[in-house]
């Protein structure tokens, strides 16, 4: 207390309005100052999350395991400015890698969820000799990895129990996948039959043209015009590859082995083109497993009617006047025309007249439909789910 003051003077200071006011404005500022000082720590916390989260996702899609990232610690501390904030590879796998596979894993569920999805489903083997199931889904321009699960044994079983597992932890009902791809083994052929089909009715099986294109090619080893090759050349793989009658086939391949293209409407042609060249041709042990394989294939009729969603096939139909093609009930296998709305009919009669237009020898079909989409919301739709339906399972196995 100050000499000479008596307490009631010290107290009537304190009750004064300007000691109050002074008082305010001094715990306003302490309370700022806290409040700036966590707000900085809460922002570099998140700074250096994020670019460890960061680093993580870069080596994931690069293919670098995390061990590496010990050897490049003194680089990051000299050059980055949140590089001493990046830990060992321990840490990273047991606490950040978790939340960065969340991460991924919700934003594909966010994605897929309730979408007509196509799946592709293969078996391989890993570097300990285990069996291992990848599910892939494709919807549009994306085919992601969404599920990866180790099994003992497999079998039609196993394996259909597995995709019924995967699809609801995606809010994806049994009614809405459209296409089933997986490799040509007699397992996968009867886990279609006896596991999948009978829960979804809809899905349509399409096993993988680019195996089977393999396999029809790899005939031209055994013809006895390359005898003497084989003989003196052995082990040079390149000359059964690209001699003149195997690159037909070569050719076939790469385009069964495309990703990411809008191409299923044009997978017919392509048939018909192989059909063409290899009865126009003495090549009757490949023209035997063409007959086996591809006439039969479960998803010929899909691949058919697909053709439609390409504008110029619609527009060589009305100029040969073979009308009958107009007729959307024609295409039912398609899912959405199996009982059109009167809405869808009146935008399949508009596509239909308009498609005289067009002057162009050759069009992106998804550029084409996503210009559509203004005038023709519903069919612009379902030609854009059909058009990227993916043509192998290629994408699994690389």
């Avoid at 009919?345 to 210009?371: F, M, P």
């Amino acid at each position: 207390m100050a000499p000479n003051k008596s307490k009631s003077t010290v107290d009537g200071h304190c009750l004064s309005k300007g000691h109050i006011k002074k008082k305010q404005v001094y715990e306003s500022n302490e309370q700022a100052k806290k409040q700036l000082t966590i707000s900085t720590v809460n922002a570099a916390f998140e700074s250096k999350k994020e670019v460890i989260e960061d680093l993580i996702e870069a080596f994931s899609h690069a293919n670098i395991p995390l061990e590496k990232v010990n050897h490049l610690l003194p680089f990051f501390k000299k050059y980055l400015k949140e590089g001493g904030a990046i830990p060992q590879a321990p840490i990273l796998r047991q606490v950040h890698l978790p939340r960065v596979f969340n991460k991924y894993s919700s934003s594909l569920q966010t994605y897929f969820n309730q979408k007509p999805v196509a799946i592709i489903i293969d078996e391989t083997t890993d570097d300990c000799s285990q069996s291992v199931v990848n599910t892939f889904f494709a919807f549009r321009q994306h085919t992601k990895l969404v599920s990866v699960d180790f099994l003992e044994c497999v079998n039609n079983s196993t394996m259909g129990g597995t995709l019924l597992s995967i699809l609801p932890n995606f809010n994806i009902s049994y009614t809405l996948p459209r296409l089933f791809l997986s490799d040509s083994a007699a397992y996968m052929k009867k886990c279609f039959q006896e596991a999948l089909k009978p829960i979804m009715p809809q899905l349509i099986h399409l096993p993988c043209y680019a195996h089977i294109i393999n396999l029809i090619g790899d005939t031209w080893r055994t013809l006895s015009d390359f005898s003497l090759l084989k003989t003196f050349l052995s082990k040079i793989k390149e000359t059964f590859v690209y001699a003149l009658a195997r690159k037909e086939f070569v050719q076939n391949l790469k385009f069964f082995q495309q990703q990411n293209k809008p191409v299923f409407p044009f997978v017919e042609g392509r048939l018909e083109q192989i059909t063409s060249y290899l009865e126009g041709n003495p090549f009757n042990s490949a023209y035997k497993k063409f007959e086996v394989h591809i006439p039969q294939h479960p998803a010929c009729p899909l691949f058919r009617a697909s053709h439609i969603f390409d504008p110029l096939y619609i527009k060589m139909e009305i100029q040969i006047e073979d009308t009958s093609r107009n007729n959307i009930h024609r295409y039912s296998v398609i899912t959405e025309f199996g009982n059109p709305s009167d809405e869808l009919l009146r935008e399949w009669a508009i596509y239909c007249g308009s498609v005289g237009e067009i002057v162009e020898k050759n069009i992106d079909l998804n550029l084409y439909w996503v210009g559509m989409q203004k005038f023709l919301p519903i069919l612009s739709s379902i030609a854009l789910d059909y058009i990227w339906l993916p043509v192998s399972s290629c994408s699994v196995e690389r």
